[in-house]
């Protein structure tokens, strides 16, 4: 008998509309004699009565004035109403189905409120309402810390909830149901003719979704990835296959992977740009920015060392602090505020000569300026203005011809 872990993302949750389409997935696992376990998400998006986002709308009008605990406790709310909504329609439906917490599921954290780890999974009680042929729907984004109180686990939390209980579980699949058709070539909202992609490796989606592409949270797919269980990400709203992710060995096995130099591109607004050129400065200068940077928890990016001093980047809601650690040093960066990274992203590309040289072409002839690069053995990392973005991210597209992806075939 199948195990199936199912999850529902917030847009899918909406309205009753979008929930009919989420009964239809529940139910057909069901039917087929698999046994199902539901993660939610809270309901909608910023504006919508229970999304997460409107919660925490509730008290920044009182100056965001909660202790971490009760704020988790608040924030816990939005996934546990869609877990008793969605409970209600397969009740009404004729499914025995049952509404767990995150703790009751089993999901032990650590006391980080806000952003908690999971710590151990405790799955008997999910075990025994499955072998009683109930469907458990399991609130999301939750979980509960050794000392019983109530965590949350950070944003994308339930995709991690859904992998978590997958592998403990040692669920045939991980099912995360979104708005969209599967992993895309790039996000859809920036590339209108970014095509789904049958197959990635567990480590290409894990780069694309650190480089911003926010389709699946990376802590859950190294979760699923450690524990070997396949994730589908897939459309709540068609019956499409959506895209499968699995290790490459496995997808060369099932004879679904050809050797693409570039799978798809993801990228992040918001950088700024910082240039420390001081050649008159102490020998240990790169050092001493550095310590400043990290003794402050800001996360620096596209480093670029030289005799002269550094390059790098910063998020745009981390620069005001960073300049002023500078300043403090006795350091005056210059600054590019309202920058993006655009990564292009393919596990075949190591060792593959040209890249390079194709987004060099495809940027210039689109009269962007590159402002800064790096690479690694997956993955080309360009630095563009913000206002470049959309044409970057399409003339990428175009130059890879990621338009042309054979759907289904790849
Ligand atoms: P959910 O509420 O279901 O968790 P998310 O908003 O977290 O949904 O993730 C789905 C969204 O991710 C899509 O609507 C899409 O705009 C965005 N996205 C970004 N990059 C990609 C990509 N490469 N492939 C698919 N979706 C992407
Ligand atoms: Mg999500």
Redesign the pocket.
Known sequence: MELIVQK?????LTDEQSRSHVLRHVIREYKAGSKVVVVV?AMG?KGDAYATDSLLELIRRNGDALPPRERDLLLSCGELISAAVLCSLLQAAGIPAVVLTGGQAGIVTDGHYGSARIVKMDCDRVERHLTDKQVVIAAGFQGVSGSGEVTTLGR?G??TSATALGAALKADVVD?????D????????WVAN?RPLAAVSYEEICN?AHNG????HPRAVELAMKAGIPVR?RSTFSDGEGTLVTHERALRGQGIWYDRTVT?L?HVSDVTQLAVINPDGPADLQLRVFRAMASHGISVDFINVMPTGVHYTVSEKDAPLAIELLRELGLEPKVRKACAKVSVIGGGMNGEPGVMAVIVEALTDSGIPILQSADSNTTIWVLISQEDLAAALQALHTAFRLHLSPVGGN
């Open positions: 529902f993302g917030g847009t899918s998400s998006r994308g339930s995709d995360i149901y979104t708005d969209v599967g992993i895309l070539t790039a996000d859809p909202r970014a694309m592409a926010k389709v699946i990400v798809g993801a």
